[in-house]
């Protein structure tokens, strides 16, 4: 179900801006009959976690903007954009029974530049290391085998609830990554 189907049309990357997709996949083989594997691929791009080889909280390692999510849920298919990706507030919420997954804008000290968080209630595994200690490419963890609830939203607006008919689902979330550093 929609709350509000959002913006269609594709916003430009600014100057010195590069698109590139997070990719969060569940399901798949997971020893645990009653929990499901979640991974999240990076492409190329790097967060820091707070240790080497696990985290429960990472940040992009660049001033970074979610733009819009993609939602592939066995035959449904739907994409949902938020308004502004520069502005804090962008948040997805993937929720497996009573935990919750969560991909947010957090607004940096400099002004209309975000940086993208993660926040896991269960420390994620690092499968791929970046260049330097502490940050990470790819990395997988286990949440409850539950279908997830995605809920993207910006401030107040909602863009979308989307209920998940089965437990393998991939979204992909564009990203706005500042590859200027300034």
Known sequence: MSAHAGRT?????????QVTPVIIKTGGDDSD?????????????????????QWRSAQSTVAAGIMSVEIKDGDKH?????????????K???IF???????????????????VVITSPNA????????????????RSSFPAAKPLVIFSQGGHVFITHQCETDI?????EVEWDETGG
Do not use: C, Y
Request: glycine content about 6%; proline content about 7%; overall charge negative.
């Open 97 to 115: 029974g009573t935990e919750m997954l969560v991909l947010e804008n957090v607004a940096l000290q400099e002004p209309h530049r975000t940086s």
């Open 9 to 17: 049309h594709e916003t430009p990357p600014s100057p010195g801006q």
């Open 124 to 139: 994620f595994e690092v499968t791929k290391q970046g260049t330097q200690a502490d940050q990470w490419i790819e990395s």
């Open 33 to 53: 009959p009653g929990q499901v594997q979640v991974t999240i691929n990076l492409k190329n791009k790097t967060f820091e976690g707070n240790n080497e080889h």
């Open 169 to 173: 689902v991939e979204l992909t979330l």
């Open 92 to 94: 997805l919420q993937i």
């Open 78 to 90: 739907t994409r949902h954009a938020s308004d502004n990706p520069r502005l804090e507030g962008a």
